[in-house]
């Protein structure tokens, strides 16, 4: 069993996705153990992107991911990291696979509606992050 941290991000809230993509999960046998409304500051997102500091949308990234809430949670699975990863597309919408959400709702490479974890070692950093033990049900 594996953990990871998914993000609908500020657009994918603000556009009316939160249904749409966490049935995309319970549909996938994914289980979502953790799950609130974030608003993050501008701080807490640059420390949430801190790998991308030195990268030019950094300052970019950090504005639109504090500038309203997001919806953060812990799905657990088998292969849940890769999982995750193949539901939501690829980084870049233009080059996401059909029928993933990337490819089904992002029109921006920035504001591409959802974050998930790359490995299981941010997962991990990324998951505490946002909640703690007894935030998530277990
Ligand atoms: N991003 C961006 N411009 C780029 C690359 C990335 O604005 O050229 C943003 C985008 O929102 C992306 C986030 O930075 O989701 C983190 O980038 P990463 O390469 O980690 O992609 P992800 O893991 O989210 O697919």
């Known amino acids: ?18 249904g749409e993509i966490v049935k995309r999960f319970e549909n996938n046998n994914i289980r979502i153990i953790a799950m609130k409304l974030v608003r993050m500051t501008k701080s807490q ?14 300052g970019s990234l950090t504005d639109f991911m504090s500038s309203g809430p997001a919806l953060v949670m812990v799905l657990e699975g088998e292969n ?11 980084t870049n919408y233009k080059d996401a696979a059909e029928g993933t ?9 920035e504001k591409n509606v959802v ?4 490995a299981p070692e941010t997962a991990a950093v990324e998951i505490s992050y946002f ?3 007894f935030e998530i049900v277990g």
Request: hydrophobic fraction near 40%; avoid cysteine; charged fraction near 30%.
């Open 115 to 118: 974050h998930g974890s790359d």
């Open 101 to 109: 959400i990337r490819r089904d709702f992002a029109n921006d490479i």
């Open 80 to 90: 849940v990291i890769a999982k995750n990863r193949e539901l939501m597309g690829a």
């Open 131 to 133: 909640f703690n033990q």
């Open 45 to 58: 997102a640059e420390g949430f992107y801190a790998v991308h500091k030195e990268r030019p949308f950094f």
């Open 1 to 18: 069993m594996e953990r990871t941290l998914s993000i609908i991000k500020p657009d994918g809230v603000s556009r009316g996705l939160m």
